[in-house]
């Protein structure tokens, strides 16, 4: 019989003397293939005293590391999965605080400290920050194996130098150690070990005649009785059983696997039936495929034969599974969890019958403003939870964009998404994320774009819908700097086409501005002045023809200079 990592759990947390327990604390032992793949994650946070909100800091802190490390790619090493988990929280972190009111008062914002633990196979992998502690028990003696990072400014003045939702990147201590049956681990914030010796922690953790859970009780209650002033949060883990070593090589746990090999219609392939081909381009191939289990169609992605030796192009094609497993939307395509362990890089989500964006504008070249209200708004929701995750899509266009045979708009396809705190690479006027006739202008001059960047997109989307064409033609790709940029003109939505009211264009303008500053903050704002006229939209009708679109003023002067000739020349003839 194969062994297989087997540990235990105890813990106990209290608030102390204080009115709120700032502290957090979890843990999660996985089924397989989970265990074998990806580990078994202890992990604790330890909120600063001097905020209200810090509670919220770490309790945002161990759940999403708890829940999104296990989305991170099994062919991400243990390292490279958490450090991405942790440097997203921290980021979002940090943005809340510079959202909030205490924006220029970091100690009172969203911070806390972190201390967590992966165990896979039989290597322990250590990730730290601030100065709650993990220690080791071997024997009788207690080994601290993590540095606390807080400066002291004199006896009654100290500041934590390190933490997660100080700033907007991360500097995480990171070690791995080997692990042998037996090994106990202890987790523990500063109300704890501030108090308590490491002789008296050993003789409680040592105590063979407690569970574990009541040796992390009676660690908090000590410390209680010798003047603890702070929350106490106490977490001990002991090694059960390790598997053999080589079996985490052998069950293909290694730190990448091989690309997918070139597929074809009626082949068997990692536990699924390949159909036939859904989409081939020169960077990945998309399949329909049956799950032989559960007998469910799926899409099943590769990396193309040209790009299966790239190792940026892979790192992205990992980022892009796991994005698509953070996100929970009915507008976003939904991956598909497979409960056998993967041999090969692909992604697997759901099929979705129907067609894409791009199919529906050429089957409807003139559809309706209210069916266009409807697409967007849909659009709109999905954009939404991207940003709400700190994320920021990027590639934005029709053929990204499907709708479903029951109407529902799904947003595909997030190999161009960026994650804030983990990819923060310019990109280059060769190299920008997206399709050129989308792409916000910003990003054409080097600069990196954020959630209006979509909004941008989005608003193009819709500009396209209703008039079948681009709100600066295709100008925009041909401005590499700023000075060409301002010279660009919108065409207003209204040229040649009255059905589009004045104030839906003014919706249009706005959201598809050259200066993301002058965009719409939130995509929610947008759609709100699709479906209800702007108040600053009804100058608009008041101004002369001539100011508010020159255009068609300098059309209806042509028209009539050319009516007006016609009856010339025909009165003369008669």
């Known amino acids: 019989m194969i062994q297989t990592l087997t540990l235990s759990v105890g813990q106990a947390t209290s608030a102390g003397l204080k009115p709120i327990n700032q502290d957090h604390m979890g843990y999660h032992i996985p089924d397989k293939p989970q265990l074998n793949t990806k580990g078994a994650v202890v992990a604790i946070a330890d909120g600063i005293s001097s905020s209200d909100v810090s509670h919220i800091a770490s309790e945002t802190a161990i759940g999403s590391f708890v829940a999104d490390y296990y989305s991170t790619s099994d062919a991400w090493s243990v390292k490279n999965s ?6 997203s929280a921290n980021y979002w972190l940090h943005s809340q605080t510079q959202s909030s009111a205490f924006r220029y008062e970091p100690d009172k914002g969203y911070v806390c400290t972190f201390s967590g633990i992966v165990f896979k196979s039989n290597t322990a992998h250590l990730f730290h920050c601030g100065d709650s502690r993990i220690y080791r028990l071997a024997g009788n003696s207690l080994e601290q194996m993590t540095s606390d990072h807080r400066r002291v400014i004199d006896p009654q003045t100290s500041y934590l130098s390190r933490g997660l939702g100080i700033g907007t990147t991360l500097d995480i201590d990171y070690r791995q150690t080997p692990l042998n049956v037996g090994d106990v681990f202890l987790l523990t914030t500063d109300g ?6 490491r002789t008296e922690m050993v003789k409680i953790v040592s105590d063979e005649r407690l569970d574990l859970n009541s040796k992390a009780e009676l660690l908090v209650e000590r410390a209680l009785q010798l003047g603890s002033d702070d929350n106490l949060t106490v977490q001990i883990v002991l ?3 390790l598997p053999e070593h080589g079996y985490e090589e052998f069950q293909h746990q ?3 696997l091989p690309p997918a090999p070139h597929l074809q219609a009626k082949q068997h392939f990692d536990g699924y039936l390949i159909l036939r081909d859904i989409y081939i381009s020169s960077r990945s191939h998309v399949f329909l495929a049956k799950d032989l289990d559960t007998q469910e169609l799926v899409a099943l992605k590769t990396p193309s034969t040209e790009m ?4 940026t192009y892979l790192e992205g094609f990992l980022m892009e599974d796991w994005i698509a497993t953070r996100l929970n939307n009915p507008h976003i395509l939904k991956t598909k969890a497979s409960l056998r362990p993967k041999k090969y890089v692909y992604s697997v989500s759901e099929f979705i019958e129907g067609k894409s964006l791009s199919q529906w504008m050429n089957d409807n070249p003139q559809p309706s403003l209210e069916s266009v209200r409807s697409i967007i708004a849909q ?3 999905g954009l ?18 499907m709708i479903d ?3 529902t708009v799904k947003i595909i396809d997030f190999g161009a998404t960026s994650v804030a705190g983990i990819a923060e690479t310019k990109h280059t006027l060769s190299g920008i994320p997206g399709t050129a006739q989308y792409c916000a202008p910003e990003y054409f001059i080097g600069e990196l774009g954020d959630h209006r960047s979509d909004i941008f997109s989005l608003g193009v989307i819709t500009y396209q819908l209703l008039t079948g064409r681009l709100p600066y033609a295709n100008d925009i790709a041909k401005a590499h700097n700023r000075q060409a940029q301002q010279r660009l003109k919108y065409i207003s939505s209204s040229n040649g086409d009255l059905s589009v009211p004045m104030w839906v264009d003014y919706a249009l303008k706005k959201a598809v501005s050259i200066r993301p500053d002058k965009r719409y903050r939130e995509v929610s704002e947008f759609i709100h002045d699709l479906t209800t006229p702007n108040p600053k939209a009804r100058s608009l009708q008041t101004m002369p023809i001539i100011e508010r679109n020159p255009v068609l003023f300098w059309q209806r002067i042509s028209l009539l200079l050319a009516i007006a000739l016609s009856v010339s020349i025909a009165t003369q003839v008669s």
Request: charged share 25%; net charge neutral; proline share 2%.
């Open 308 to 311: 299966r030796n790239d190792a």
């Open 192 to 197: 704890v070990h501030e108090f308590l010796t």
């Open 254 to 256: 290694v730190t990448a």
């Open 384 to 401: 939404l939870a991207f940003h709400r995750q700190e994320m920021v899509h990027q590639d934005l266009r029709p053929n990204n964009i």
């Open 82 to 87: 958490a450090q991405k988990v942790l440097k």
């Open 379 to 381: 659009i709109a929701k």
């Open 239 to 241: 090694i059960e059983q």
């Open 405 to 407: 045979d029951s109407g």
